[in-house]
């Protein structure tokens, strides 16, 4: 099972940028989907981006498309998420999740870690 470490979140003003990391434990890192999921105060966790193993092919939901970049480093085991143009309501804690096959929904997932704590100020 892989093991997963979020980090990177932090608070920023509205329009500003942060880059989120996840690294991972284990020898396989590039044969797993590499997922980002959310969840505001009082909301469902929600599905935000994923990236094949190979890097080649990404997925976005509507509201971060051109505003967020899913990348991934195999040899360094770290899947990021580089998010701009922030708005408060992405204020959020992001979690990373990894997958033989993309997942979009959060309830396909088990236990979920601490994630990373993401907060946008007006």
């Known amino acids: 099972q892989v093991q997963l470490v979020e980090s990177g979140g932090g608070l920023v003003q509205a329009g500003g940028s942060l880059r989120l990391s996840c690294t991972a434990s284990g020898r396989t890192f590039s044969s797993y989907v590499m997922h980002w999921f959310r969840q505001a105060p009082g909301k469902d966790r929600e599905f935000v981006a994923a990236i094949s193993g190979g890097g080649t092919t990404t997925f976005y939901a509507d509201s971060v498309k051109g505003r967020f970049t899913i990348s991934r480093d195999n040899a360094k085991r770290t899947v990021y998420l580089q998010m701009n143009s922030l708005k408060p309501e992405d204020t959020a804690v992001y979690y990373c999740?990894?997958?033989?096959?993309?997942?979009?929904?959060?309830?396909?997932?088990?236990?979920w870690g601490q994630g990373t704590q993401v907060t946008v100020s007006s």
């Open positions: 999740k990894a997958d033989i096959r993309v997942r979009m929904r959060a309830a396909d997932f088990g236990s």
